[in-house]
């Protein structure tokens, strides 16, 4: 029987488990979280079968808030030496570097990151259809082994993703750019405008505003922990974005640039 | 019979011609545009009766790009005496100040911003339901008319709107923070990106970053015009915004920093 065996029942570990079942990539699921009623609510929604590893799995998912993902790989590689394990983080490489600094990358582990989410979080908010269409980045380093590389993109492409590969550092400095630097300035506007009471801000607000800071409402620990991991890759867009944040006196210029980055984002959606 | 001329037929005013026509509150639209094609589209699309004055306005609608409000409101006030005037711009003060400076603000013009708007643009994107549940700030001044506050106050209400009074001072400091940062933001970040190739890009950004940079579709010349006019209010909230684009070391600080603009974006939805 295939089993999966997930670690951190929440968003996107909960919809991976989801979907996977109903590919037919896993007969059973069983689950683990540091958190008790996330565990409850992942088996309240059938998500997870039973609590621990109740048969051996065939793969562990670590889904855990990033920060605890090199501990949750060697736990389950000491634990499940069978087993295939993938994570879904959103950062690659410091993880990669804890686990050879602690005793070597175990070959069957394919460092993951599907790039979907959503600033619901939580089994509750879990969706089978949530990597149908998805970007699914596969960041394998030397160490890993070439066929579990294929068995575990497979399982992505049954879902329904796309799957590429890229170096961690790679990732790590793109999606810095394009998941983390926006959530950390979606926080920060939210904070600069923590002076503003709740009433006038909403008078002062459209659809324009509540897309852009939509993010600002993801989970806080969960982003805490991939601010935090990828923070010299964060820090060195922020220096690049801080000189692009004028308004040109010229007026031409400014209508230029603006132009320019209007169409860069309409091809975005072509 | 009560007309409305529409000075510019684009989303905005296109969108309040079709809800006040809905409403009842004129029974013949008339429409000039600078541009040929959108006063076309307009009345294509039933928004529009005929070019021009062809009978004497009850009211004016200024809806062109915010630089060449207070010449259009100054051209209308001449040219239609009796008339109510109303723009609908996304920022304030300038358009005032220049009015004053050039002979005097017409005390039948009312200036208001419907706190609405789409990454769309133009008469064809326009839709009657536009500004129902809409915030509309009315930002009138010591010269104007107090019985014509109330006529076109009550005229967004009519078509659904929420009409809240600020001095035009106030309202172009907050709507720097809550529109036009976050604009000049998306096109910063857009600007950066553009050095990442497009297929690059799009396996490297999910649903949130497709939001948060959906405002940067938005209109090329008629954002240029917003931040040119309201430059200055635009780049103190830059400097305000700065020094929080910060990533602490201590990450307990982090986190807190983080729940807390959570905490204020999530009460905006409540």
């Known amino acids: 029987m295939n089993a999966l065996l997930l670690v951190g029942t929440g968003l996107i570990g909960g919809s991976f488990a989801l979907a996977a079942r109903a590919a037919g990539l896993f007969e059973r699921v069983d689950g683990m979280d540091a958190n008790p009623a996330a565990l409850a609510a992942a088996r309240a929604r059938g998500i997870v079968d039973a609590p621990g590893a109740a048969i051996e799995p065939t793969a562990v998912c670590i889904a855990t808030p990033v920060g605890s993902i090199?501990?949750?790989?060697?736990?389950?590689a000491e634990r499940h030496p069978q087993a295939v394990i993938f994570d879904v983080g959103s950062v690659k490489a410091p993880a990669i570097r804890a686990l050879r600094a602690q005793g070597g990358l175990p070959p069957a582990f394919v460092p993951c990151h599907p790039?979907?989410?959503s600033e619901r979080h939580g089994a509750d908010a879990a969706r089978a259809d949530l990597f149908e269409g998805c970007s699914v980045v596969v960041t394998p380093v030397a160490e890993t082994n070439a066929?579990?590389?294929?068995?575990?993109?497979?399982?992505w492409r049954d879902i329904g993703a796309t799957v590429?590969?890229?170096?961690?550092?790679?990732?790590?400095?793109?999606?810095?750019?394009?998941?983390?630097?926006?959530h950390l300035i979606a926080f920060a506007l939210m904070e600069m405008l923590g002076d503003v009471d709740d009433a006038t801000l909403r008078r002062?607000?459209?659809?324009?505003?509540?897309?852009?800071?939509?993010?600002?409402?993801?989970?806080?620990a969960v982003w805490g922990d991939i601010l935090h991991e990828n923070r010299d890759q964060v820090l060195r867009w922020v220096e690049a974005l801080a000189p692009r944040l004028v308004v040109e006196e010229d007026k031409a210029a400014l209508a230029q640039r603006?132009?320019?980055?209007?169409?860069?984002?309409?091809r975005l959606d072509a």
């Open 70 to 76: 090199a501990e949750q790989v060697a736990l389950a």
């Open 115 to 117: 790039v979907a989410g």
């Open 147 to 155: 066929a579990v590389i294929a068995q575990v993109s497979g399982w």
């Open 164 to 182: 590429t590969r890229q170096t961690p550092e790679t990732h790590d400095c793109l999606l810095a750019a394009t998941s983390h630097l926006p």
């Open 204 to 220: 002062a607000v459209g659809g324009g505003f509540r897309d852009f800071t939509r993010i600002a409402a993801a989970d806080a």
């Open 258 to 266: 603006i132009a320019a980055a209007r169409a860069k984002r309409v």
